[in-house]
């Protein structure tokens, strides 16, 4: 399997169980930063390699009227200050091939949302960057097909490609994970990122619902099945969330949580060998 580089962080093979965690968008500066603390502290409190996650522009919200966050400006200012400060890598989603090159200037990590993980000219310009690429895989793409993305990406010779399983579309407003994503994308050679609180939601409405009690089974059942890393976001208080209030991960809960994630994790890679 490859393994990717992010600063100091390898991701694949052997390597430890990655997290990438934070708010879904950036909802203020005060918070992004509270929130990026919390959670780097609690990275050192628990030893387990930590990306912060968070989004400057949610441009697939289902309502015109929803919260979108700060922009592309002002939203980079907000996270290059995080990356600085807490010395994090820093992972967020562009959603235009325009904003490839001024992202990829701040945070380490370009994503690549699911509902535009065919769009070729998105692909091709956050490979051009260099920088290390997670595609999410469409709802409505099999695990199979994924190596379709990998290709437009290796084509600008990157090959910083993680791949990120955020369930599938199961008839009107629901999501299902199948377990056997995990092994059937990693055997393309990169390493498989599970997106736990997207793989919770239940779509349709004007505003997406989820089911965030779910998080913890979909979570301990994709570490067991072998994936690379576990995606969550995390919010302090859910209820008041801008973004995804009904799949957001309660930071208060995620101490326990994350504990029984990295046993298992490590039990796991040791019963592989």
């Known amino acids: ?33 509270k929130m990026a603390e919390r959670l780097k502290t609690l990275s050192e409190t628990q030893k387990f390699p930590f990306i912060f996650k968070s989004s400057y522009d ?8 929803s919260f ?13 200050e995080v990356q600085t400060q807490f010395q994090v890598p820093v992972l ?44 999410k895989k469409g709802q409505f793409v099999s695990p199979f097909d994924m190596i379709h993305p990998i290709r437009k990406i290796e084509s600008t010779g990157n090959h910083g490609i993680l791949l990120t399983e955020r369930g599938a579309c199961f008839g009107y407003g ?18 498989v990122i599970f997106d736990a609180t997207h793989s919770a939601q239940i779509p349709g409405g004007t505003v997406t619902g989820g089911d965030r009690k779910y998080i913890p089974t979909l979570t301990k059942a994709m570490v067991a099945a072998g994936c690379d890393g576990i995606f969550m976001e995390i919010h302090d208080k859910v209820d008041e969330a801008k973004s995804d209030r009904a799949t957001q991960f309660p930071l208060d ?20 060998l």
Request: aromatic residues 2%; proline residues 7%.
């Open 92 to 135: 967020t989603d562009i959603h235009e091939p325009s904003h490839a090159k001024p992202a990829a200037e701040v945070v380490d990590v370009l994503q690549i949302p699911a509902f535009l993980c065919r769009q070729t000219d998105l692909l091709i310009a956050a490979g051009q960057t260099g920088k290390p690429v997670n595609i």
């Open 68 to 80: 979108r966050g700060p922009g592309l400006d002002e939203g980079l200012k907000i996270l290059q």
């Open 1 to 33: 399997m490859t393994v990717v580089r992010i600063n100091k962080i390898s991701v694949g093979g052997r390597h430890p169980l990655i997290f990438i965690l934070g708010p879904c968008v950036i909802e203020n500066r005060d918070h992004c930063l």
């Open 253 to 272: 809960e995620l101490p326990d949580l994350l504990h029984k994630l990295i046993e298992m994790s490590v039990l796991v890679r040791k019963e592989s």
């Open 58 to 65: 949610k441009a697939n919200r289902t309502s015109v009227d």
């Open 174 to 191: 629901n999501l299902v994970t199948d377990a056997r994503s995990i092994p059937i994308m990693q055997r393309t050679g990169y390493p």
